[in-house]
């Protein structure tokens, strides 16, 4: 089998890799695997005026809080609270914390900042505070309750 000489084009985005190749002399379009041993043949299927390509996305994990993690209440008063919890992991960067009473999302943070003002409380009332973690491809951990 003969191999044939390509231009092989490379683009990074965030995660994602984008290959492409065309045969040198013709602009033929190949197709390409994510195997670096891939042999390129010709795809007959695509017009000889576009490429084709593949495009690899590393597995994204949903971030993590440890099994001990807790969310602590400090501050405490009959309308205000202050929420604070732990750093979560991810395989790719944890880039917020959202917030949560009873279900409802009231407030978007920061990756750096572990803590979240609970204001306007009703005294003698009951509320379930939960957050997750939520990394740059968008995956959110389990809820921490």
Known sequence: MNRIQTNLLITMVGLSVSLSACEEATQTPMT?????????????????DQSTAD?????NQPPEFSNDAVISVLDLNATYARATWPEASDDVA?????????????????DTNL?????????????????????????RSEPLV
């Open 94 to 110: 944890v880039t917020r914390y959202e917030v949560r009473i009873n279900g409802e999302l009231i407030d978007d943070i920061g």
């Open 32 to 48: 390409i695997g994510a195997d670096a041993n891939t042999t390129l043949e010709p795809d007959s299927s695509v017009p000889a």
């Open 55 to 59: 495009t690899y996305t590393s597995p």
């Open 115 to 139: 803590e979240a003002s609970l204001s306007n409380l009703t005294p003698f009332t009951s509320y379930a505070v939960s957050v997750q973690a939520v990394d740059g491809q968008g995956a």
